[in-house]
């Protein structure tokens, strides 16, 4: 049984009680959703788990460009205001992100705020399915079952 720690999830909405912090602080595999782009230097680098964790799963960090970029096409994320140029890569920040918000508020402004982060939210759930949906290390494969029900 799947068993994960009170403190390393959030209620989000869209995501409700049991969305994962990010990886760098501990979250489970269902925050690569959150992670960026892989290739470009990181203020806080040396906290990055992106990479353990998509070598973990047996994903390779073009499987995971190919995934978020799709996505990102299909949800017509793409946007030059956000970092690496689409949503699909931007964090979990509830408090907010000024490049991530203006994004979102050009892309759907007939949304209230809150209305959009839970969109954004709901999507980027989404988005964690996918990755987890991609997984190739048959070991992970009970626990990755346990998290995808997690996002339903």
Known sequence: MLNLEKDKLR????????????ICMGGDYRALTFCCKPGYSLTFGFKCRRDSTLAELGLSQEDFVRIKEDFSIENNWDSDIVCFGSISYCCMRRGGCS??????????????????MKLYFTKKRNLSKRILLEVKNPELKEKITQLLDLCE
Request: glycine share 4%; charged share 45%; no cysteine.
């Open 11 to 22: 209620d989000i909405p869209g995501w409700e009680k049991n969305a994962p912090v990010p």
């Open 99 to 116: 490049r991530r918000d203006l994004a979102l508020e050009k892309k759907y402004p007939e949304l209230s705020e809150e209305e959009r």
